[in-house]
């Protein structure tokens, strides 16, 4: 085949998809990616800085000049780690939901440090609209958890917007309002996956493989590259069975025989942990958390770490 064959069949991926771009601008940020940050002066610029070079971290973390969003966290894992933000007295714990009747319960339960503005995840606007909402009522974020998800085997866009795309999204959104290189402090994002992203069950491959995509997008946000950069640290939390509103519902992939029998009672014969160990085993995170680590909360105990047996940080 001649050079120039080749060269036109390259040019076939030129240019390459819009989507490309438009990744990168949401992460990097453009006139459309919000507002622009505002200058720090200089007392707020040093205590950012100190925070930076670690006296706010590990058990130093000082929870109560801290801002988060939680999306999901009306109901379940995610009201658990409201609460637990409430209870350290941070500045303001917003809880980012589409159920409104549980997001203002939620408010009127766990205090005025707690502010409710509903979302759905799903929609990317909604989502943008909810930190723009934070930034001018706060001025700043600090923690973001990353919690909304669903399972629903049959509902294959559903589960996708809402366990990844809107998870990613969230994340990158998490990096430009908290993001040295957009002349903020850092901090700290938190993405919720499952122990299905580190195993396998026949009962839930769209969900297995849709939490796999969160522990591997979040190992590599949570590389050296973008903390330097940014300031901003990337932990994955893999919740175990769960006694939450998550699996009343059991919808199965369409023609496998036995298929829904075979997931229910391997569902019920796993212990089903209350949601209630989310609380401390947040706080352990937080305060022992390294950029890009894994944490397993399962069977009622607390929260260890998990490595991946081929771990290589480029
Ligand atoms: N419960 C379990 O057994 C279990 C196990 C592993 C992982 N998880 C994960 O933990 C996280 C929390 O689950 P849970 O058990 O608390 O479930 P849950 O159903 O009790 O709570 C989920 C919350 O997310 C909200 N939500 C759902 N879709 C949303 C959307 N599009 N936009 C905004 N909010 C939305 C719901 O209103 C609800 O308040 C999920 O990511 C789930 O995948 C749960």
Same mark, same amino acid.
């Given at each position: 085949m001649s050079s120039g064959m080749k060269f036109n069949g390259l040019l076939r991926f030129w240019p390459p998809p819009v989507q490309i771009f438009q990744i990168?601008?949401?992460? *990097?940020?453009?006139?459309?990616?919000?507002?622009?940050?505002?200058?720090?002066?200089?007392?707020?610029?040093?205590?950012?800085?100190?925070? =930076? $070079?670690?006296?706010?971290?590990?058990?130093?973390?000082?929870?109560?000049?801290?801002?988060? $969003? *939680? !999306?999901?966290?009306?109901?379940?894992?995610?009201?658990?780690? &409201?609460?637990? =933000?409430? +209870?350290?007295?941070? =500045?303001?714990?917003? *809880? %980012? +939901?589409?159920?409104?009747? %549980?997001?203002? !319960? %939620?408010?009127?339960?766990?205090?005025?440090?707690?502010?409710?503005?509903?979302?759905?995840?799903?929609?990317n606007s909604e989502l943008k609209s909810c930190f723009r909402r934070v930034m001018k009522k706060y001025h700043k974020l600090d923690l973001l958890i990353n919690n909304a998800g669903i399972y629903n085997e049959r509902s294959v866009d559903k589960v996708l917007n809402t366990n990844v795309r809107a998870l990613m999204y969230g994340t990158f959104y998490g990096f430009m309002y908290m993001g040295k290189h957009r002349?903020? #402090?850092?901090?700290? *994002?938190?993405?919720? /996956? /499952?122990? %299905?992203?580190?195993?396998?069950? &026949?009962?839930?491959?769209?969900?297995?493989? &849709? /939490? #796999?995509?969160?522990?591997?997008?979040?190992?590599?946000?949570?590389?050296?590259?973008?903390?330097?950069?940014?300031?901003?640290?990337?932990?994955? $939390?893999?919740?175990?069975?769960?006694?939450? #509103? #998550? =699996?009343?519902?059991?919808?199965?992939?369409?023609?496998?025989?036995?298929?829904? /029998?075979?997931? $229910?009672s391997t569902i019920s014969s796993k212990m089903h942990q209350s949601p209630s160990v989310f609380g401390p085993a947040l706080i352990t995170v937080i305060e022992n958390g390294r950029n890009g680590c894994t944490w397993v909360v399962e069977n009622g105990k607390p929260a260890y770490e998990v490595s991946p047996k081929e771990s290589t940080v480029i």
């Open positions: 990168r601008n949401i992460y *990097i940020g453009n006139s459309e990616g919000g507002p622009k940050p505002k200058v720090f002066d200089k007392e707020k610029l040093k205590k950012y800085k100190d925070e =930076l $070079i670690g006296k706010d971290t590990g058990k130093n973390y000082n929870y109560v000049d801290k801002v988060a $969003i *939680i !999306t999901g966290g009306a109901s379940g894992i995610g009201y658990e780690f &409201a609460k637990t =933000l409430a +209870d350290k007295k941070l =500045l303001g714990v917003v *809880i %980012a +939901d589409i159920n409104v009747e %549980a997001g203002e !319960t %939620a408010v009127r339960t766990l205090g005025n440090n707690v502010m409710f503005v509903k979302t759905n995840v799903q929609n002349r903020r #402090h850092g901090g700290i *994002i938190i993405n919720v /996956s /499952s122990v %299905a992203g580190i195993r396998q069950y &026949a009962g839930f491959p769209l969900y297995t493989g &849709a /939490s #796999h995509f969160v522990v591997g997008f979040s190992r590599s946000m949570g590389t050296p590259f973008f903390y330097d950069l940014t300031g901003v640290k990337v932990f994955t $939390i893999c919740p175990g069975f769960t006694d939450t #509103h #998550h =699996l009343k519902d059991i919808n199965v992939l369409r023609g496998f025989d036995d298929l829904k /029998s075979y997931t $229910i």
